[in-house]
Nanobody, 122 residues
Framework: QVQLVESGGGLVQAGGSLRLSCAAS????????MGWFRQAPGKEREFVAA????????YNGDSVKGRFTISRDNAKNTVYLQMNSLKPEDTAIYYC???????????????WGQGTQVTVSS
């Protein structure tokens, strides 16, 4: 059974940082593109970042460019999201997801974690 388990969320003041982790039970982790998405109350799910199979390329959503960095450790089956200069509008549930495709479209992701809450206070 495939499991993606996020951790590292919490409450932080504006301007602060958090690092999210996502541990995956995928047997062939390195064959998956990994992504982070977020969803705020009353809003649609939003693409945050994605990283290619070997970690050679990364992609960020426009709202987080220059502030968030995605990375992965294939030896640990883990993907990370370093979030700096956090803003109140970054408040959301953050999900990691896995797909074979290189895409920012959430519908193409096959596996999802349960999410971790990030709250940024002003």
């Amino acid at each position: 059974q495939v499991q993606l388990v996020e951790s590292g969320g919490g409450l932080v003041q504006a301007g602060g940082s958090l690092r999210l982790s996502c541990a995956a039970s995928l047997r062939t982790f390195s064959r998956y593109v990994m992504g982070w998405f977020r969803q705020a109350p009353g809003k649609e799910r939003e693409f945050v970042a994605a990283i290619t199979w070997s970690g050679g390329s990364t992609y960020n959503g426009d709202s987080v460019k220059g502030r968030f960095t995605i990375s992965r450790d294939n030896a640990k089956n883990t993907v990370y999201l370093q979030m700096n200069s956090l803003k109140p509008e970054d408040t959301a549930i953050y999900y990691c997801a896995a797909t074979y495709l290189l895409t920012t479209n959430s519908a193409a992701y096959d596996y999802w974690g349960q999410g971790t809450q990030v709250t940024v206070s002003s």
